[in-house]
């Protein structure tokens, strides 16, 4: 548990009057007054004796990344699969988020806590720790990577570093290109998504139209301008479509399932296709629960510390306000008075984590009809 200290100090300041300070006595003047006899030595009173420090112990809290990469805001976010919240990254998910109003705030630099998911909605404030493993990124429009490699919408790339208003992501394409093998570019907050934005890459590049196929051998070069420098080159032969053509070049597309490699090759380099391919396609519990008429539900006059207790840790992870209502859960959390919450159907706790006020502050809230 992290420990918070705060010390107490004692400061002394001395007032300074206006009067004119009296010139030191010589040293004869000195020599002609006895010196009078001080008082005994006694032992400090108990008034007197130094008051200890004063030590304030606080519950570790999930608070959002110091210096910010982007904030992204999803109206319907999901934690991926095997993943989730957590109050740091070594630790197990408490919580997984289903179809939530979340923003995603992702952490400049390349520490393990890689962003803070943060769910702001009228009964509470909720965050909670992403791993760098579990920020699945998105192209938020349709974008070339490297020049060549355009992602699907629901394409995930890898969070590689984030940087001042930007992220730099990378993008996996070596099982169709000898170089490179991973295309890695530095994308602005606003053409990042944390999900899918259901754009239509192919249509973006085909226009819809239906395209003409030919083959290109293993080596040719992809380039981003006709008789360009290249981008890319492929690994094997591949069968590609035709964008366009001109005098000494064609650009073609390659559908790889999840992404398209576009760009310009020689047309020496092309050769027919005798049939066309085919085209390629593309241990929780809850957090909150359905009352029965016996269970007696709560909501609180004020806004209160909210915390997961888990492993024997309690952690600060928002807040519970007013509107929201809930009733008491099954369960030991020391100090603390465990709680599911009522309609908050995008949160899904795990089993061994629960979400609770403190025992002191449950006395602000009152039985809710």
């Not at 309690?314 to 929201?324: D, E, I, K, Q, W």
Request: hydrophobic residues 40%.
């Amino acid at each position: 548990m992290k420990r918070w200290f705060i010390t107490g100090a004692c400061f002394a300041v001395q007032a300074c009057g206006a009067a004119a300070v009296p010139p030191p006595p010589s040293e004869e003047a000195k020599a002609a007054v006895p010196a009078a006899p001080g008082p005994a030595p006694t032992a400090p009173t108990e008034a007197e004796t130094p008051a200890p420090d004063v030590v304030a112990e606080e519950s570790a809290e999930v608070r959002e990344p110091g210096l910010a990469a982007c904030r992204i805001v999803e109206q319907r976010y999901d934690t991926p699969r095997g993943g989730g919240l957590r109050v740091r990254a070594s630790e197990p998910p408490f919580a997984k988020l289903l179809a939530a109003p979340a923003t995603l705030v992702l952490a400049q630099g390349t520490s393990p806590d890689a962003a803070v998911a943060v769910v702001d909605v009228p009964e509470l404030v909720l965050r909670g720790v992403l791993r760098r493993e579990d920020v699945h990124l998105h192209a938020a429009s349709p974008t070339l990577l490297g020049g060549f490699a355009m992602p699907r919408s629901d394409t995930d790339l890898s969070f590689v570093v984030g940087e001042n208003g930007a992220v730099r992501v990378k993008l996996d394409v070596s099982a169709r290109f000898a170089t490179p093998g991973v295309v890695e570019q530095s994308l602005a907050c606003d053409e990042l998504a944390a999900s899918d934005r259901a754009y239509d890459a192919r249509k973006h590049l085909s226009g819809g139209r239906r395209l003409t196929w030919a083959r290109v051998p293993s080596g040719t070069s992809l380039s981003p301008e006709a008789g360009g420098v290249a981008a890319a080159t492929f690994n094997s032969e591949e069968e590609v479509e035709v964008l366009e053509r001109r005098a000494t070049h064609a650009r073609v597309l390659l559908d790889l399932g999840e992404f398209l490699a576009v760009g310009w090759v020689p047309n020496k380099a092309l050769g027919r296709v005798a049939k066309p391919p085919s085209q390629l396609g593309v241990g929780y519990g809850t957090g909150h629960g359905t009352l029965g008429s016996r269970v007696q539900r709560y909501a609180c006059v004020k806004d209160l510390p909210l915390y997961v207790y888990a492993r024997g840790e309690r952690t600060r992870v928002g807040t519970l306000r007013p509107r929201a209502v809930f009733h008491k859960a099954p369960g030991e959390a020391p100090g603390l008075v465990p709680l599911f919450l009522v309609s908050q159907g995008w949160l899904s706790t795990a089993a061994d984590a629960l979400l609770a006020l403190d025992a002191a502050d449950f006395e602000h809230c009152n039985p809710y009809r």
